[in-house]
């Protein structure tokens, strides 16, 4: 089995930029479909971008397209998240999840393995 760690979180001003990291180990990060979550308080964990672990197709949910970019490193074993033009409502810790099953899907429970999560906030 696969362990994440994520990375990379903190505090941004609106506007500014984080790449969060998720750095695997156990298994290669290649053997797996990605993926970012995040929760914010009181809320339900959502998805933010997956990356198909077959040919690398990328999907992001609507409030991360345009300022998003997920990507991954297979020799680093590491995959990222680059979040650009942040806003408040960003603010959340941020899950990176790992299926063993090839396509991206929006649902936390379709993921297998799990990091302990990194915080990201946003001020206004």
């Known amino acids: 089995q696969v362990q994440l760690v994520e990375s990379g979180g903190g505090l941004v001003q609106a506007g500014g930029s984080l790449r969060l990291s998720c750095a695997a180990s156990g298994r290669t990060i290649s053997t797996y479909t990605m993926g970012w979550f995040r929760q914010a308080p009181g809320k339900d964990r959502e998805f933010v971008a997956g990356i198909r672990k077959l040919g690398g197709t990328t999907n992001y949910a609507d409030s991360a397209k345009g300022r998003f970019t997920i990507s991954k490193d297979n020799a680093k074993n590491t995959l990222y998240l680059q979040m650009n033009s942040l806003k408040p409502e960003d603010t959340a810790v941020y899950y990176c999840?790992?299926?063993?099953?090839?396509?991206?899907?929006?649902?936390?429970?379709?993921?297998?393995?799990w990091g302990q999560g990194t915080q990201v906030t946003v001020s206004s």
């Open positions: 999840a790992a299926r063993w099953a090839i396509g991206v899907v929006t649902t936390p429970d379709e993921y297998e393995y």
